[in-house]
């Protein structure tokens, strides 16, 4: 009988800062301890590029080494979303 892989799902926080080491600990986890990871990527708000997504998928990989050949690391980029109506700027920052 064939035992399944511990799944972990791990969510960056928005900025390159966070991606790149959230990046490297998915693949840590993938090679060094079997897991399958799945990593979702927020992106932020744009208005001047509608493919954002694809654009931030393509630099994660090329930024990360040896993604492309890791079966067991999935990377999901979520779509933006515009918060800015969310927020009240007569309201002061607690």
């Known amino acids: 009988m ?25 693949k840590l986890l993938a090679t060094n ?15 001047t590029n509608s493919s954002n997504s694809d654009t931030t998928k393509s630099n994660i990989l090329q930024q990360t080494s040896n993604l492309n050949s890791l079966k067991s690391l ?9 918060v800015s109506d969310k927020l ?3 309201k002061p920052n607690l």
Do not use: Q, R, W
Request: negative net charge; glycine residues 8%; aromatic residues 4%.
């Open 2 to 26: 064939v035992t399944p892989k511990i799944h972990a799902a791990i969510l960056a926080s928005p900025g390159m800062g966070h991606l790149i080491p959230t990046m490297e600990l998915g």
């Open 33 to 47: 301890h079997g897991f399958e990871v799945t990593i979702f990527v927020i992106t932020a708000t744009t208005t």
């Open 74 to 82: 999935n990377i999901i980029v979520t779509p933006p979303v515009d």
């Open 88 to 90: 009240d700027p007569n």
